[in-house]
């Protein structure tokens, strides 16, 4: 079979040796899943929830908590982590605060359902 010129590259890439039995095999392997850049056909899907600390999402207005949890939906299902900074909510962290205040001082919670996050 003949190997792709970018699966070759990415073989050249990952093993030293060019031409060897695992290079070789690697870009083989490569080709036939279609190259490179197309091994996976889907994107992994992200997390659609979202949480804030109690007390900021108690201050929310419902257009803002609508706008919050349309955007980590949006996001969630096109694959990505993260919501996008259009839905940013300030003051939602103290300043100077770490994962250990995360965990102990603050309560937070999904702004959706109003149910307890991180346990």
Known sequence: ????????????????VWPSAYASG???KCTK???PTMKSKTKGGGTTKACLPA??????SKKEKDAVIRAKRTAGKSGKRERS???????????????KD????????NVATGEECGK
């Open 1 to 16: 079979m003949k190997i792709s010129p970018a699966c070759k590259a990415a073989a050249k890439r990952k093993y030293k």
């Open 26 to 28: 690697y870009g083989v």
């Open 33 to 35: 899943a279609g190259g």
């Open 55 to 60: 007390a900021k999402v108690a201050s929310m």
């Open 85 to 99: 900074d259009r839905s940013n909510v300030k003051g939602a962290r103290k300043k100077g605060a770490t994962l």
């Open 102 to 109: 995360w965990f102990e001082k603050e309560n937070w919670v």
